[in-house]
């Protein structure tokens, strides 16, 4: 006898039902205004640009000016 091989799905494996993010916002920047968002990101410790503007924009919406 041979051991059959189990064949592994290609790619990350998926979310956890509710966990995956339902929509893709897309917009389009000039390169030095993604260059300094990816600074302030940065600078606010934030884990990467996509979490910093999502953070970003939430709060612009909640807080009155």
Known sequence: ??????????GRPAFKKGKAKSDILKMRVQPSERAMYERA???????????WVRETLNRS???PD
């Open 1 to 10: 006898m041979h051991d059959e091989k189990v064949k592994r799905s290609v």
């Open 41 to 51: 990101a940065k600078a606010a410790g934030s884990p990467d640009l996509s979490t």
């Open 61 to 63: 919406v909640r807080e």
